[in-house]
């Protein structure tokens, strides 16, 4: 288990009358527990030169799918900008914390809640054929035999550049990398986007038993920088 | 002018296979100078005592206020590591701060009642919580009740 610890300080001797000073210090852990958070992004250097003109392009620096939802995750940015005009503007999803000015820096808890992953599951049916075909997402999946079973696992082998894959042969479940509306899946028994080519004639299906819309998640971080030349973002998640 | 500077020391010794050891200062600014902010609500020391959502700072009603630069201290001060309370802005959960935690955030508040920042606890048996903004927001305080006028007056 690992120990890390955040202190904050604040002081000034004329904000008040009197003069403030204060410190708290906290070990991070994980939700409802003491154990210590074990898992980071490490600590991460992202430069913003987005060019054209305002309102300029956000990045997302953290997914909700990046950490567990409702964990006792933590954000950490800092505006590495000397220019004292320059900021960032942080949103969690659509609604928008505040600025961060040059020099600033902010440390919060994240809850990440998520959306839904679309999913779906393809069966290969019927009879398939050496040279058989199937595309999706942009990866060609060629059968290497008349083995159904095969097929499948030739499938699931495939590196999908927006969807993992498990297995029950001959049936292949897809889920998509993170949750948003990707628009493939439109009900339970179709997708959208693939292709069968069926070079011999062997009445190959690659039927669709089951699919979950995806949900967009309504928690990832959006930056957006307040000048088109360069900025840099320090910034470090600490999850669960 | 005030200064006020805020540090972040964030440290292990075993999160990686070497030390961890981030420490930053920087000084509270009004938006885009270098004159500091000179307005606090003063660090509040609140026992909870309900599960009821509450505003921690008053409502801010002067839409000017979104471009400002105020930042705002929030801590748990429960010692029960199961107990946390809920940091929402506006429609959008924040995070838990669970007990001992703390947040620091830059706080640039749209308009009244859109972008509030508000505390849920998570049990009504009683925590202890501390918050602070230190900004320079125009018109933060509500209306006396005195001079409102109202339909059946």
């Known amino acids: ?240 | 002018m005030a200064t006020t500077t805020n540090t972040l020391l964030l440290e292990s010794t075993d999160l990686f296979d070497d030390s961890l050891s981030i420490s930053n200062t920087s000084t509270c600014y009004k938006a885009g100078t270098t004159t500091g902010l000179d307005q606090t609500t003063g660090l509040t020391r609140l026992y909870a005592t309900s599960v009821t959502q509450f505003d921690p700072f008053p409502a801010v009603k002067d839409a000017t206020n979104r471009v400002k630069n105020g930042k705002v201290y929030i801590a748990n001060l429960s010692e029960d590591e199961t107990e946390f309370i809920t940091v929402s802005i506006g429609d959008a959960v924040i995070g838990k701060l669970y007990a001992g935690d703390f947040l620091w955030m830059p706080y640039s508040p749209k308009a009244s009642l859109s972008s509030d920042i508000e505390i849920t606890p998570s049990v009504a048996t009683g925590m202890f919580i501390e918050f602070m903004a230190i900004h320079d927001f125009a018109n933060i305080y509500p209306d006396s009740i005195d001079t409102r006028v109202y339909p059946d007056a």
């Open chain 1, 1 to 240: 288990m690992a120990t890390t610890t955040a202190t904050i300080s604040l002081a000034s001797p004329d904000l008040l009358t009197n003069s403030l000073a204060f410190s708290t210090a906290s070990t991070l852990t994980q939700a409802g527990n003491s154990t210590g958070l074990v898992t980071t992004t490490g600590l991460a250097r992202t430069n913003f030169t987005v060019g054209g003109t305002s309102p300029f392009a956000s990045k997302v620096i953290y997914r909700a799918n990046d950490a567990t939802s409702n964990g006792a995750n933590k954000v950490y940015l800092k505006n590495l900008s000397t220019t004292a005009s320059e900021y960032f503007t942080i949103f969690i999803d659509q609604e928008e914390m505040g600025r961060l000015y040059a020099g600033d820096w902010a440390f919060f808890p994240w809850s990440a809640v998520d959306g839904t992953e679309e999913t779906f599951t393809v069966t290969v049916g019927g009879t398939v054929a050496a040279g058989d075909s199937w595309d999706f997402d942009g990866i060609t999946t060629t059968s290497a035999d008349a083995n159904l079973n095969n097929f499948a696992a030739a499938i699931h082998a495939q590196n999908f550049p927006n969807w993992t894959t498990s297995i029950s042969a001959p049936a292949v479940t897809f889920t998509a990398r993170k949750a948003y509306a990707a628009g493939v899946v439109t009900s339970s028994t179709a997708i959208t986007g693939d292709t069968i080519t069926d070079l011999s004639g062997s009445d190959l299906t690659m039927g669709i038993t089951s699919g979950v819309v995806g949900t967009r998640s309504e928690a990832d971080i959006i930056v957006v920088p307040s000048v088109a030349t360069t900025m840099d973002l320090e910034h470090m998640l600490l999850y669960q």
